[in-house]
């Protein structure tokens, strides 16, 4: 992986946890925390879209929204999580 690869991959993962946290209010881990959820993010919506069969595409902007949908899914875990 480039170093610019690496910096597309960080800018993903910050906007779309920045993304995530604006849509499950209540979370807010700080310009490293939101990308470390948009990371984890990425990863689980590049682990689960494939298993039921749903492609968004390609490109900045599909990354994002993929990485978006995948961290408001770990927010949302997290919350029921923590509530029991």
Known sequence: ?????????????????????QLVKGYGFGLIG??????VGALIAGWLFPTIGINLGSGMVSAIINATIGAVILLVLLRVVKQS
């Open 34 to 39: 939101n990308i470390v959820v948009g990371i």
């Open 1 to 21: 992986m480039g170093i610019e690869s690496l910096i597309i991959f960080l800018i993903v993962g910050a906007v779309a946890g920045w993304l995530a946290g």
